[in-house]
């Protein structure tokens, strides 16, 4: 079974003097291990279909399935805690936790004693290939490409196998953007994870499985 499937979505965004029809009619499904890009212009879809996947929002028509359950049969906040490891453009670490810290929260969160949370988190910081010297750093003392990763070890925190991508490369350069890349398809490949990266940056798609392009808010596989 799909980790996540859509099927016939649409989405509107409007009120009583304009709708625009951002999703018409898309339908698609993700497995896990293997890692797939959404491409297509600013304006396309892309952000409201990451977000319908991540569960900010329900789908007009259709249906959003996370291991086969619709999400409207879903308490949509505890989807969004339990289920969906979100990666960002600007990394969104928590600026007065150190990257220990950040990547500790998702399972204290979870009731993990600090203790066990604090070697697990250490294990994950360390299979991101980052070093010791970053444990106790401050985001603010990381470059972009040591925060982009410890966002993911935070990610590999949480108790899920899906991972979603709004832009992971958008602040990095190339041969930054190259190796988070590197790293995500890593993930699914060897540890089982569903990735799905939203981008417009064609040049990290060597690495991508699956390409899906989106186009007026129609999806087309590549
Ligand atoms: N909050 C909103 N209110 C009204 N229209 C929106 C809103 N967000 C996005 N849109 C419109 O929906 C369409 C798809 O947007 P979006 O999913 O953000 O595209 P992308 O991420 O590919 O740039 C665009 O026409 C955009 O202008
Ligand atoms: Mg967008």
Not at 98 to 119: D, F
Not at 163 to 189: V, Y
């Amino acid at each position: 079974m799909s980790i996540l499937s859509l099927q016939s979505v649409r989405y509107s965004y409007g009120n009583k003097y304009q709708t625009v029809e951002a999703l018409r009619d898309v339908s698609c499904s993700f497995e896990q291990g293997l890692i797939y890009a959404i491409v297509g212009k600013s304006g396309s879809g892309k952000s409201t279909i990451l977000s319908l996947m991540a569960g900010l929002d329900l789908p007009d028509e259709g249906d959003v399935f996370y291991r086969g359950t619709s999400t409207r049969m879903m308490d949509l906040d505890a989807y969004r805690r339990k289920h969906v490891a979100m990666i960002y453009q600007n990394f969104r670490l928590f600026p007065l936790l150190t990257a220990l810290e950040n990547v500790m929260y998702p399972m204290e969160l979870q009731g993990l004693r600090p203790r066990e949370a604090k070697k697990r988190a250490e294990e994950h910081i360390r299979s991101v290939d980052l070093p010791e010297t970053v444990f106790n750093r401050f985001p603010s003392m990381m470059s972009g490409g040591e925060q982009q990763r410890v966002a993911i070890a935070r990610a590999l925190a949480m108790d899920t196998r899906l991972i979603l991508a709004d832009e992971p490369t958008g602040n990095l350069d190339s041969t930054n953007s190259r190796n988070i890349m590197a790293l995500l398809a890593r993930l699914a490949h060897e540890r089982s994870y569903c990735v799905v990266v939203v981008t417009h940056d064609m040049s990290v798609l060597d690495v991508v499985d699956v390409t899906y392009q989106m186009r007026d808010g129609r999806l087309v596989k590549e």
